[in-house]
């Protein structure tokens, strides 16, 4: 996982062959007019998905602890604050159910290490060694972000 501000994104260029073309993205576009919903913008190497909603609660947040298999997660605040529960992959021990294949998920009952918060300018990059709970509400404010879907 790497948390960091987007002012500092081009020293994660070399650690994928998609990250900079990712960042390129975020950086060409009004992030906080998009309109809610998914655009393609690398075919099937990178997607993007927009949204404004409120937050959920902590508990509701982990109780959909996710991980992926095939896709790397660049999660970009745009407005709003955002706390993410955390834990390494290798740490978790009960996955609830199998993995689907079609969403790219693996839910697992496990407890987060550990809670970080992003702010508007803010992202991380999360590994599919990543397990995370995001969308976990800081205030009452709705939260802004747009999820970066990056291929292995």
């Known amino acids: 996982m790497i948390i960091d501000s987007l002012t500092d994104a081009t020293k994660y260029f070399s650690l994928h062959p998609f990250f900079e073309k990712a960042f390129a993205y975020i950086n060409s576009s009004a992030l906080s007019v998009i309109p809610a919903g998914k655009y393609i913008v690398d075919g ?12 959920v609660s902590e508990e509701k947040s982990i109780d959909e602890f996710e991980c992926h298999n095939q896709h790397i997660d660049i999660q970009v605040c745009i407005r709003g604050k955002e ?16 993995y689907d294949t079609e969403n790219d998920v693996l839910i697992f009952e496990d407890k987060p290490d550990m ?9 991380v990059i999360l590994f599919p060694e990543d397990v ?12 802004q972000k747009m999820v970066l879907k990056v291929r292995v």
């Open 115 to 123: 809670f970080f918060e992003l702010h508007a300018g803010q992202f």
């Open 83 to 98: 706390k993410f529960g955390w834990k390494p992959r290798a740490s978790c021990v009960k996955p609830k159910g199998a």
């Open 132 to 143: 995370h709970a995001p969308m976990i509400a800081v205030d009452d404010l709705p939260i």
């Open 44 to 55: 099937e190497n990178i997607k993007a998905i927009f949204f404004t909603q409120p937050g």
